[in-house]
């Protein structure tokens, strides 16, 4: 059983330290609150061990700052061709979705739960046809010639004795026949077994054989 | 066997979501059918402390909330911890869905590789294809973790433009 905890201690990315900076100076998220604050957020990030990914983020931030400064310096509004992002506008939005995180956080506390077990509901379903089963036999005689023969399973007599009467309502559905579908009643189970057992020694007696996909009575 | 029952039954014994298609094939009805025959589950599952969950595409019978950590404490389960940069990413996606990576990077100020990768080997967001663009959408299990039984649930879902 699977839940998650969220940890919330340290800041990400350059937008993160801007606000937890606003924070510490108790300043409103404003243009004139973030000149105010771009000296630390300089000395903060030169102590920071970054990799080139994360620097690359905070170096655009960082100049970003530092253009606007100079910009209310010197009282230059920015050009209406100016594509640079708002900072101040974009933090605003960076705090929303940190709140986002904070709801998640809260909300992740009591997950909903399934059920824990996996069932093996869905087996791979077993298509047996004539000419599988057919084939599968000849297969395994053909091995069994290599090794000595010693014993037998039943005699043919005593399968074919028992299961004389449901013999032909099988070979009806021969042609394309499921195992599931004999296997899903259980009750059926030994009949199937037995189905399956009496088809194998008939093959083996050559009182039927495969064609176009069904079995055939030998003729005799 | 009614239809309730037979839904309730297919999602009772699978720990993992069944798709819609599915549940449509088998319970014989479309969409629409379906749909209302959750609400009609749920009416009656809530006094036995389940929902039926679903988003677009699956399914999933769940715990309520409010016994989540009866439930913890029952078995003992200790949880696992998600990252506050996955956790912003994964607000930015519940919120924004479907969003690209790119638009999601320039939200958060800085790449959200890492982030995505977790939220995706944890299947809390998937993959979505929008005009042959990649995008990020949450999942079944993301509301599973929330305890909500869809996006617009959260607080504050829809109240701004994209």
Redesign the interface.
């Known amino acids: 059983m699977t839940s998650f905890v969220l940890d919330l201690d340290n800041f990400q990315g350059p937008f993160d330290l801007l606000l937890k900076l606003l924070d510490q100076e108790k300043l409103e998220i404003t243009d004139i609150s973030l000149a105010k604050i771009t000296d630390d957020f300089l000395d903060y990030i030169a102590q920071m061990d970054l990799d080139i990914y994360e620097m690359n983020s905070f170096l655009y931030v960082a100049a970003k700052l530092s253009l606007d400064k100079s910009r209310a310096v010197v009282n230059i509004k920015p050009s209406e061709d100016d594509t640079d992002i708002d900072l101040a506008l974009t933090l605003k939005q960076y705090q929303v979705i940190k709140n986002r995180a904070k709801i998640l956080y809260t909300l992740s506390r009591t997950p909903m739960r399934a059920r824990d077990i996996k069932l093996d509901l869905f087996p791979a379903k077993i298509k047996i046809n004539a000419p599988k089963l057919f084939s599968l036999y000849m297969d395994t005689k053909k091995a069994n010639q290599q090794k000595p023969k010693t014993h037998r399973i039943m005699s043919k007599k005593g399968y074919v004795h028992l299961t004389k009467d449901k013999f032909n309502w099988h070979v009806a559905k021969l042609k394309s026949f499921s195992i599931d579908e004999i296997m899903s009643k259980p009750n059926n189970k030994s009949d199937a077994i037995i189905f399956f057992l009496t088809i194998l020694e008939m093959i083996k007696s050559e009182g039927i054989f495969e064609k176009d996909g069904i079995f055939v009575a030998a003729s005799r | 066997m009614s239809d309730i029952g037979k839904l309730v039954a297919i999602l009772?014994?699978?720990?993992?979501p069944i798709s819609l298609n599915a549940l449509s094939k088998n319970l014989a009805s479309d969409k629409t059918k379906l749909n209302e025959t959750i609400e009609q589950a749920n009416i009656k599952l809530d006094i036995i402390g389940l929902?039926i969950?679903i988003n677009d595409k699956k399914a999933?019978?769940?715990?309520?909330?409010?016994?989540?950590?009866m439930?913890?404490e029952f078995?003992d389960?200790a949880?696992?911890?998600?990252?506050?940069?996955a956790?912003?990413t994964?607000?930015?996606i519940?919120?924004k869905q479907p969003i690209s990576k790119e638009e999601i990077d320039e939200?958060?100020?800085?790449?959200s590789e890492q982030s995505l990768k977790n939220l995706l080997n944890?299947d809390l967001v998937e993959k979505v294809t929008k005009s042959e663009q990649t995008k990020y959408a949450t999942t079944l299990e993301f509301?599973?973790?929330?305890?909500?039984s869809s996006v617009k649930e959260?607080?504050?879902y829809g109240n701004?433009n994209k």
């Open positions: 009772f014994c699978s720990s993992e929902i969950i999933q019978l769940v715990t309520k909330p409010e016994y989540s950590n439930v913890e078995y389960s949880p696992q911890s998600l990252s506050q940069p956790l912003e994964l607000g930015v519940a919120y939200i958060r100020g800085i790449s944890r509301l599973k973790l929330m305890g909500i959260l607080e504050g701004e």
